[in-house]
């Protein structure tokens, strides 16, 4: 399942590894890019294994607001 999440808070490059890194430490993620441009992140994941709410949470853990 492919979703585009957008998120308050990407300034840099620096916020672009972290929530790419953060993203892709959920389980069931099998990809994730997030583009600083867009202030966005596209994730390829398992619906099976995780759901937007967990993906969300992390994105919010790591210091960033998904909208
Ligand atoms: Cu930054």
């Not at 999440?5 to 840099?12: F, W």
């Not at 992390?58 to 909208?67: K, L």
Request: with cysteine; hydrophobic share 40%; aromatic share 2%.
């Amino acid at each position: 399942m492919r979703e585009t999440i957008k998120i308050e808070g990407i300034a840099c490059e620096h916020c672009v590894m972290r929530v790419g890194r953060a993203i892709a430490s959920v389980k069931g993620v099998r990809e994730v890019d997030v583009s600083l441009e867009n202030k966005e992140a596209v994730v390829d994941f398992e619906a099976e294994k995780t759901n937007l709410e967990e993906i969300k949470s992390a994105v919010r853990e790591a210091g960033y607001e998904p909208i």
